[in-house]
């Protein structure tokens, strides 16, 4: 089983509108987590950190569920520059190295 | 934050010889490391650059293959070794500056053809 698991899309959405999906991560002792944006041909950057109680940057909001391991992101009022690849990212308490999805592609059309 | 300058961007190089790709950070950083990136795929450490020792490679990866050297804080080089067509792949270095932030910054990447 891979260590994150992402559902790849695409997803395909009209501007303005709001789009979801989740990621699963199968290590318990997972501590950190993070969601990561990709542009096509470009190197990965930050998008967000994610908090226990859910925190949201502007039109994204991102949640965590210990419970059931998975984490997910939320983009309200979708803008054409948010067509991207969505890393879901995770590092476990004890150990220094990231854990990467293999990312859910999302296009917004006008 | 940190600016990573990774070089080359791009290459096609024949099978059988080997790339050295250079990763240059703005500042000293303590962790870097070497990830690959195929299409369609999530990013995969290759390894750990440690300063002034050997890397720490993970399971699938070897030192024969992957040399990396690390001789200060602030550079790095991977080297894909006795190239085949199945090292084609996405090359990315990463750093990262404060273990207290923990976000990890990358180079531009560096995509490789063996043909």
């Known amino acids: 089983r891979k260590e994150v698991e992402q559902d790849p899309g695409p997803f395909n959405v009209p501007e303005g509108a709001t789009v979801a999906f989740n990621c699963t991560y199968s290590n318990s002792a997972s501590q950190s987590f993070f969601w990561y944006r990709q542009d096509c041909r470009k190197e990965p950057k930050l998008l967000m950190s994610v908090y226990s109680s859910g925190n949201e940057d502007g039109r994204f909001t991102a949640q965590l569920n210990r419970a059931s391991q998975y984490i997910s992101l939320l983009i309200r009022d979708s803008k054409l520059s948010d067509s991207a690849t969505y890393l879901c990212?995770?590092?476990?308490?004890?150990?220094?190295?990231?854990?990467f999805g293999a990312g859910t592609t999302v296009t917004v059309r006008a | 934050s940190a600016v990573i300058s990774q070089k080359p961007s791009r290459d096609i190089c024949q099978r059988g010889t080997s790339l050295t790709i250079q990763c240059q950070v703005d500042?000293?950083?303590?962790?870097m490391f070497w990830y690959r990136q195929q299409p369609g795929q999530s990013l995969t450490l290759i390894a750990t650059?440690?300063?002034?020792?050997?890397?720490?490679?993970e399971s699938g990866f070897v030192i024969d293959k992957f040399p990396i050297s690390r001789p200060n804080l602030t550079f790095s080089t991977l080297t894909v070794s006795n190239m085949s067509p199945e090292d084609s792949s996405i090359y990315l270095c990463s750093v990262e500056v404060d273990r207290e932030t923990t976000e990890a910054f990358f180079g531009q990447g560096t995509r490789l053809t063996v043909v």
């Open positions: 500042s000293q950083v303590t962790m």
């Open positions: 990212v995770v590092r476990a308490s004890n150990d220094y190295k990231l854990s």
């Open positions: 650059a440690n300063q002034g020792s050997e890397a720490t490679y």
